[in-house]
């Protein structure tokens, strides 16, 4: 996070300022002091009002006065304007940064949600339709155990009733068998009675005449006998037939009564079973209603967080919004300090810390235009942009046809002046476009390692940097002074001053010192 702070570098030693030029600078810093309040700068940016009320009394005195106290206040918060505008600039990064993943995270958060929901719905739907079969499947189970129990019944009805034909069947083969035993003892009275009808008939005959009458009888007894024979013999042919069937009658019926009660004992085991898997279909039935009713809370919850989500998502994006007019206020407070700047650079007074500085830059500005000069005297094209990577480098670096003489030249000199001045980190020349330093100093110009992290932090010498808005800056602005503070990684603030460099009245890039904001304070 960085503030670029510009200003007409016109560096000349004080004099008594007139009425209309004070008039001029108390309009400017009054202009300043509003931007600056409108930005919502902390209570030092009442300072500014406070100095141009001053500068617009004293300069309406006669004979004028001597700024030189007021301008040192003024040029004092003016650096600590850029100070806190670069703390102010940070925390409005970081807050926007913090904001814009808060969004994004909302965004996917609400994706997902709307994800969730969509599928909740659809094992809502899955979870009503598994309901219905299995409300379908207890009804159903509980209807077949019903019909089994009832079949299970009839089976025990029809095993009694074959029981009891069974015992039928055993009483009428009793009943044949007791027949028989008649027919039998029939069959034997109708040859006794044969045989007694053949004696009467031979008594008759012997009996002659006297014995006819009784012949005939003993005739129709015999005849009535072996009718009767024929009989019984007729009968129990049939009797014998009916007892056969009988037997084989009640062989069947013990078959299918012991079938019979097989099937009832399957049909028990098979109507338990039926008891426990539609009590089982009953508990699942049970326990899918109990997980439609988590389910139809899990769709409220989720429709709730859907709802709560969209609406940090809204706020947000208004969070995103208001630090965009953070922004907005943080770049009014950024031109504040650039015509504060500007001003200020207008004029030297005397030996602050800034003024030496300042006076400093300049004189190691020219220092460079001569050295660089010098080189072109040599035969050397310092303008030369045909750059060849130098191998085994990462970040990459480049060689030129004039980078080794101008390090030979100018690293000497960029750590002496680095070393000369308070607070004072780097000094360092970058070309314009590429923003290509040929050298640095020494401590940035370290053997490259392989490491790339620690190559980038300490091998800073030919690489390109345009990709830094700042050194780019500095390589590319070619107002006659530039001042801009940053903020590194570890907290503490820097600041660059510079000025453009010209070859022979072409620019050529820029001259910089990297110093702590303190060494510019008095």
């Known amino acids: 996070m960085r503030v670029c702070l510009v200003g007409i570098f016109r560096p000349q030693p004080y004099t008594m300022m007139t009425l209309p030029t004070a008039v001029v600078h108390c309009i400017l810093l009054l202009a300043g002091s509003v931007l600056i309040l409108m930005a919502g700068a902390p209570w030092w940016a009442l300072a500014y009002l406070l100095a141009g009320a001053a500068l617009a009394w004293l300069s309406s005195r006669k004979g004028g006065l001597d700024f030189r106290p007021v301008m040192r206040l003024v040029r004092g918060h003016n650096i600590g304007m850029s100070v806190e505008a670069v703390h102010i600039g940070k925390q409005i990064k970081e807050a926007a940064e913090h904001a814009n993943k808060q969004q994004d995270l909302s965004s996917h958060i609400y994706t997902l949600a709307e994800r969730s929901s969509s599928e909740v719905q659809v094992v ?6 598994i309901a219905g079969f299995a409300n379908d499947l207890a009804s159903g189970m509980s209807t077949a155990r019903t019909d089994m129990a009832q079949a299970n019944d009839q089976a025990r009805e029809a095993a009694e009733v074959m029981q009891t034909f069974n015992a039928n069947i055993g009483k009428l083969l009793e009943g044949t068998k007791s027949t028989l035993g008649l027919m039998h003892q029939i069959s034997e009275i109708s040859q006794q009675t044969n045989l007694l009808s053949l004696n009467a008939s031979i008594e008759a005959a012997r009996a002659g005449e006297k014995g006819r009458g009784f012949a005939v009888v003993a005739s129709e007894v015999r005849s009535l006998a ?9 009968v129990t042919t049939q009797v014998k037939e009916i007892q056969e069937h009988s037997q084989h009658t009640a062989k069947v019926a013990a078959t299918i009564t012991e079938r019979i009660g097989r099937t009832c004992e399957v049909m028990g085991a098979t109507t338990q079973q039926l008891d426990t898997f539609a009590g089982g279909s009953v508990r699942v039935s049970s326990e899918i209603d109990s997980i439609r009713d988590i389910v139809d809370r899990v769709t409220d919850n989720n429709n709730t967080i859907s709802d709560n989500i969209g609406q940090m998502r809204n706020l947000s994006q208004d969070m995103a919004k208001a630090m965009n007019a953070c922004s907005t206020r943080s770049r009014k407070l950024t031109a504040a300090a650039e015509d504060g700047m500007r001003e200020l650079g207008k004029v030297t007074l ?9 006076v400093r830059l300049n004189e190691c500005r020219r220092e460079c235009e001569k050295g660089l000069k010098q080189l072109v005297d040599q035969g050397f094209d310092v303008f030369d942009k045909n750059y060849q990577p130098i191998p085994g480098t990462n970040p990459q670096q480049y060689h030129t046809t004039y980078d080794m003489a101008y390090e030979r030249h100018f690293q000497p000199l960029f750590d002496a002046w680095a070393e000369s001045i308070p607070g004072c980190d780097l000094a360092v020349m970058c070309t314009e476009g590429e923003t290509y330093p040929p050298t640095h100093v020494s401590k940035y110009c370290s053997k490259p390692s392989g490491d790339v992290a620690w190559d980038t932090a300490h091998c800073r010498d ?22 801009q503070a940053y903020m590194r990684d570890i907290g503490d603030i820097f600041v660059l001053v510079s000025q453009p460099v010209y070859v022979n009245g072409r620019h050529w890039g820029g001259f910089m010192f990297g110093l702590q904001h303190e060494a510019l304070k008095d």
Request: no cysteine.
């Open 350 to 358: 005397g030996e602050a810390a800034f003024d030496k500085v300042i």
């Open 124 to 129: 809502q739907s899955s979870i009503s339709t």
């Open 226 to 234: 072996e009718r009767t024979r024929v009989l019984a013999v007729s």
């Open 462 to 483: 030919k690489r390109f940097h345009n990709g830094n808005q700042m050194l780019s800056n500095v390589s590319n602005d070619t107002r006659e002074f530039l001042f």
